[in-house]
């Protein structure tokens, strides 16, 4: 089955600063990559995703890339805010009834 | 305000008792889904619904069953087979499977005592 490993565990960010977050997957069928944050004591909420046709692809201050060859996809966060400060998870699939998460990361915007 | 609603937040039970985590949406989604999450690692695939009496097992379906009797209700039965029921229990929803989850209540925090 697929395999996804998340980098960095835990991020610290200065306000203003960008942050990245990158994933690997090992299933080359994968072909749709999304992203979550989850905030404390809720439950995860879909920011963006990409599929597989797609390079990169923006939404104001996020951006997720995607290299096929290499598998593996970012997610970029510019201009950082103290509300950015969640844990972000990143998943894969080929079907998307049954994706495959990241062990998360959690993001701190310091003030 | 349309969404997912997941009741209660925190639940007990008892070794060898069984019991029933409830998921209703107003978001009038045809797909539903049920995922685990401990701590450390992402979230895993117990169950999900394309429709209305149909669903399928995920990833980690020993020692669960579910029911999708209407469409906006998926209530998960977590058994006493479950050999490790202790987890977050999160429920999610999105309009049809292509999308994959793109709704997700605030989960239930289980606890077996």
């Known amino acids: 089955g697929e395999n996804v490993e998340q980098h960095p565990s835990t991020l610290s960010v200065q306000e203003g600063d960008s942050a990245v977050i990158k994933c690997t997957y090992s299933d080359s069928a994968s072909n749709y990559f999304p992203w979550y944050k989850q905030e404390l004591g809720k439950g995860p909420q879909l920011i963006i995703d990409?599929?597989?046709?797609?390079g990169e692809k923006k939404d104001q201050r996020i951006a997720v890339t995607l290299n096929k060859t290499a598998k593996h996809f970012s997610l970029h966060i510019t201009e950082t805010q103290p509300e950015d400060s969640a844990v972000y998870f990143c998943?894969?699939?080929?079907?998307?009834?049954?994706?495959?998460f990241g062990t998360g990361t959690r993001l701190t915007v310091i003030p | 305000d349309g969404g997912i609603t997941q009741s209660p937040k925190y639940l007990f039970r008892k070794e060898g008792q069984n019991v029933t985590l409830s998921c209703e949406q107003n978001?009038?989604?045809?797909?539903m889904y049920w995922y685990r999450q401990d701590p450390g690692q992402g979230l895993r695939l117990i169950y999900y619904?394309?429709?209305?009496?149909?669903?399928q097992k995920g990833d980690i379906a020993e020692g669960y069953s579910v029911s999708r009797e209407k469409k906006e209700s998926f209530p998960l039965t977590v058994t006493s087979a479950q050999k490790n029921p202790t987890a977050f229990y999160l429920c999610a929803s999105s309009i049809g499977l292509a999308g994959g989850p793109a709704f997700f209540g605030p989960g239930t925090r289980l606890t077996v005592l």
């Open positions: 619904s394309q429709i209305v009496n149909d669903f």
């Open positions: 998943a894969a699939s080929r079907a998307a009834n049954n994706l495959f």
């Open positions: 990409i599929r597989s046709n797609v």
């Open positions: 978001l009038n989604h045809d797909a």
